[in-house]
């Protein structure tokens, strides 16, 4: 394990030797995560079910590859679940072995149908024509294809419509190649905490349950994983549970705030940080950075710190994020720019002081929900952009 973490860090200093910020990634966080949430699982279920390990988006911005092969090290999952060709192709390129399954599809062309099928990459699929392409390309390498048929029970989004599951099976069955390994479907809103979306999630459990029914009746083969549960069917809702369980924020240590999530403890795993630049004194009234948004009092002390929007730090969050510095909460002043953003000092504050963006220090804490809250969005997107971010430098660490 110290030999993924030293050997990621190095490539990580390499790739960015001179950061902005540091992303610190905690894999023993990872590892009580994923332990938790599939004991808790199992334990609802009463059954030992497969995990698939969402690492699409680049590992939710932690880093794919560092945290595939520690989790294929440490042996926590069953499956990969990426979202497209491209990060399935890094992962084998990485030499990942563990099973992998495109989760999305993307357009694809003959030779990454060919690398798919060469690479036993697992590929969820909602429609006729990728099904043809795969069989011919699985019969002209001699191969058996595994597929997952991604059944639409309300999401709206991929997957064939419910309606339209037995007969796309019957055309799966025609094509001699192809293996159902799977079937899933996706929730659209079982991560929201009211009756009627409950409803609509336990409708969608209903179509999935009775359609697993009739499939066994008429697919070719019986041994097939259903499954359905994100993180929010995984802690709310048991009966979505069925062979494997497909957590993505939970996993990296945001589970929705209400209900099994938070009784569980999971610890997010990743934190961001950066250094003070220099300490300014200002005079009364003047403004500070672009748009003129906040204008310094008489003899403020402002400090200036080297990230922006350009190392994931929404612009939304001018003015209304609160760092932690010096063990104590702070609060960001005037807007946020590309590669800069201004904070209160304290008395004390030089440069070189850690400012905590994301993450704890002693009771106060900053987590990619509270940024979130603040600028109405996910906390999926907050840390997806540090995945982005050239300037930020990714530090694996396995701290208990
Ligand atoms: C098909 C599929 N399964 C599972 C997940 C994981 O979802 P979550 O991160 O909400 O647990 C995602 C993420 O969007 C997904 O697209």
């Known amino acids: 394990m110290h030999k993924i973490i030293n050997h990621y860090n190095k490539i990580e200093t390499e790739l960015c030797p001179h950061p902005t910020g540091i992303c610190k990634v905690n894999l023993f966080a990872l590892e009580s995560n994923i332990k938790k949430l599939h004991a808790f699982a199992n334990a609802k279920s009463r059954k030992k079910l497969k995990f698939l390990f969402p690492v699409k988006g680049n590992g939710y911005g932690s880093g794919m590859i560092p945290i595939a092969k520690f989790v294929e090290k440490k042996q926590l999952c069953d499956y990969f679940g990426v979202a497209h060709f491209e990060e399935a192709y890094e992962l084998r390129k990485a030499d990942i072995q563990t099973p992998i399954l495109i989760l999305a599809q993307s357009f694809l062309k003959s030779d990454q149908i060919s690398y798919i099928v060469k690479h036993n990459i697992e590929q969820a699929v909602s429609d006729k024509s990728l099904l ?76 999935f349950t009775k359609l697993r029914k009739q499939i066994f009746v008429v697919a070719r083969n019986n041994n097939i994983i259903f499954h359905a549960a994100n993180s929010a069917g995984t802690l709310e809702y048991p009966l979505s549970l069925f062979d494997m369980i497909r957590p993505g924020i ?47 009092k008489q003899g403020e002390r402002i400090a200036i710190a080297p990230i922006g929007y350009a190392d994931g730090l929404n612009r939304g969050l001018s003015n209304k994020l609160t760092p932690i510095m010096n063990g104590q909460k702070t609060q960001s002043l005037g807007r946020i720019s590309m590669d800069q ?52 430098r990714h530090e694996y660490c396995y701290v208990r």
């Open 132 to 207: 043809r392409k795969l069989n011919t390309e699985a019969k002209k390498q001699k191969k058996i294809i595994n597929i997952h048929l991604n059944i639409d029970t309300g999401m709206g989004r991929l997957g064939v419509f419910a309606k339209n599951a037995l007969s796309f099976i019957k055309e799966i069955n025609k094509y001699k190649n192809v293996h159902l390994t799977g079937v899933m479907t996706h929730f659209s809103v079982a991560d929201v905490n009211n009756s009627k979306q409950s409803i609509y999630t336990k409708q969608q459990i209903k179509i």
């Open 250 to 296: 939970a996993t990296y240590g945001y589970p929705e705030r209400y209900g099994n999530g938070l009784s569980l403890k999971l610890k997010p795993i990743m934190e961001l940080a950066t250094k003070i630049i220099m300490i300014k004194t200002y005079l009364k009234g003047y403004s500070v950075g672009y748009g003129r948004t906040y204008s310094a």
């Open 341 to 392: 953003f201004c904070l209160k000092a304290g008395k004390k504050t030089k440069a070189g002081d850690k400012v905590i963006i994301i993450g704890q220090s002693g009771k106060y804490s900053n987590s990619a929900h509270d940024l979130a809250n603040q600028i109405n969005t996910i906390p999926y997107e907050i840390l997806c952009s540090l995945g982005n971010a050239k300037r930020i």
